[in-house]
């Protein structure tokens, strides 16, 4: 179960608590207490708030919240309005058995549960109410090093809010500070969001839809240490494994996507769809010579099933072997001539492979166009799963993935999900495994060849796709 830490520090002194429990009474501050401890983060779930036994002891009980207190006493006994454990994971351990039935997990002290739990792997943000006040307070019992706290967290963009009141003659600002944990390259990929959300231009497109458009961004993303498979909402990463076999395969109809459970195409393929896009003659499922034929059969003619074109992935893989410094380890699904043959112009359109000292592999893909929220991440994934089977043909360690945009566009129809899935804290990235085995083709692969670690996401978020 992750969890969040939520206390309040003299940021001074680093003075946390007297013998009386608080040494302050700020009414802003015990607002947003019971504002961020209340807020219904699940439909019809409680919140979980976990403390230790002194600190139990000087509170007053929290209304609309679930306590639970650790304490090493064995004499300690459950009561009606708490449960007692003798360990946090044991205290974890139990909420994950109610996971279903709980919104939010928070700590709030005390001390030495506090510094446990921001090393615990499965904290991830802290709540920080900030305290500088003008003139010393000296009724301070405990002491708290919040820096050490927060050394492995980063300030979260635009979530410090600050303000000023007065305290028993004394002035005090109040700054209200909320850290993620340094993590993945998936910090790199909100923030894109967020740029488009506050800044991208409001443009009429394709679908009719209506999107938010920025032009010409780029991230890098770290594939050495973790496979970047977003946390901020659960993917389906076996669907895109199976998509990216399926362009390997150079199949020009959607047959091997429906036999293994894969509807991602079914719209672009509908009868309607090929109709309108004057593909009459084609039948429904039929995609004509998109990115799996511009792949291993570039120039080829698709209606001529003994047609030969370029293997672009063959010729990228021998260069590999045979040549790792070539600039020229290079492929392209734009191909003009059959632009007006595929149900869709191709949007992730040119892959350049590049072998770093001798043994790293990093890859730079182009797209024209991408719709951020549900095509972004699954190109990501699906371009890190290439440059990985890439890495074990050819016996190089994939590395990054370059991931530069043309028109990076978040449709109007999805900008709530966006704003909930920024307002999850992000987690660690999984790692991904082949299993080991002897590889000397694409053909080698299966969507059993992969095996996904430590993957523990939010849960999925909805949207529709523009067609």
């Keep these: 179960m992750f969890f969040s830490l939520l206390f309040a520090v003299d940021s001074k002194s680093g003075g946390f608590s007297n013998i009386l429990g608080l040494p302050w009474k700020i009414s802003e501050d015990l607002a947003y207490f019971k504002e961020i401890t209340t807020k219904e983060y699940k439909k019809n779930c409680r919140n979980i708030l976990i403390m230790g036994r002194n600190t139990y002891n000087s509170m007053p009980r929290l209304k609309g919240r679930t306590e639970l207190v650790l304490s090493r006493n064995e004499s300690n006994e459950s009561d009606e309005s708490n449960e007692y454990f003798k360990s946090l994971d044991s205290c974890l351990d139990y909420c994950d058995k109610f996971n279903s039935q709980i919104g939010k997990v928070f700590i709030i002290g005390g001390i030495s549960l506090l510094y446990e739990a921001a090393s615990h792997s499965k904290c991830e943000e802290i709540f920080l109410t900030s305290l500088l006040f003008d003139k010393s307070i000296n009724t301070y ?45 998936e910090d790199k990929y909100l923030e894109l969001l967020r740029e488009v959300l506050d800044s991208g231009e409001e443009r ?17 993303i770290d594939i050495e240490n973790s496979f970047p498979l977003l946390t901020t909402k659960k ?20 047959d091997f996507l429906k036999e293994n459970g894969v509807n991602i195409w079914d719209g672009n393929t509908s009868r309607e769809f090929l109709d309108k896009r004057g593909l009459t003659d084609y039948k429904e499922g039929d995609i004509g010579p998109l990115y799996g034929y511009q792949w291993r059969n570039f ?7 003994n047609s030969k074109g370029v293997d672009q992935m063959q010729r990228m893989l021998d260069l ?3 040549d790792p410094t070539s600039r020229r380890i290079f492929m392209s699904a734009w191909n003009p001539l059959d632009l007006d043959k595929m149900v869709l112009e191709p949007c992730h359109i040119s892959l350049q492979l590049y072998v770093s000292e001798g043994k790293y592999l990093d890859g730079k893909l182009y797209m024209r166009s991408n719709d951020l929220f549900l095509g972004a991440p699954w190109n990501i994934a699906g371009y890190s799963l290439l440059i990985y089977i890439f890495g074990k043909l050819s016996g190089y360690k994939p590395r990054k993935l370059i991931y530069t945009l043309g028109d990076s566009h978040i ?11 920024l307002n999850r804290p992000i987690r660690s990235f999984p790692k991904l495994k082949i299993i080991d085995k002897s590889y000397k083709s694409f053909e080698d692969f299966t969507t059993d060849s992969f095996v996904l670690e430590n993957y523990t996401p939010h849960p999925f978020i909805k949207a529709n796709m523009s067609v």
């Design 235 to 254: 993917m389906n990463f076996k669907n895109i494994v199976t998509e990216v076999l399926w362009f390997l395969s150079g199949s020009t109809n959607i």
């Design 204 to 220: 009429i497109d394709r679908t009719k839809t209506g999107t938010l458009s920025l032009f010409g961004p780029q991230i890098e």
């Design 299 to 305: 120039g080829g003619d698709f209606k001529d099933i």
């Design 141 to 185: 019992n405990s002491f708290i090093n919040y820096q050490y706290i927060i050394k492995n967290f980063q300030l979260k963009t635009n979530t410090s809010i600050t303000t000023k009141c007065k305290l028993n003659l004394c002035d005090v600002i109040v700054e209200y500070r909320r850290y993620n944990r340094y993590s993945t390259s």
């Design 411 to 421: 449709y109007s129809n999805h900008t709530s999900q966006v704003i909930s899935q």
């Design 320 to 322: 590999l072997r045979e």
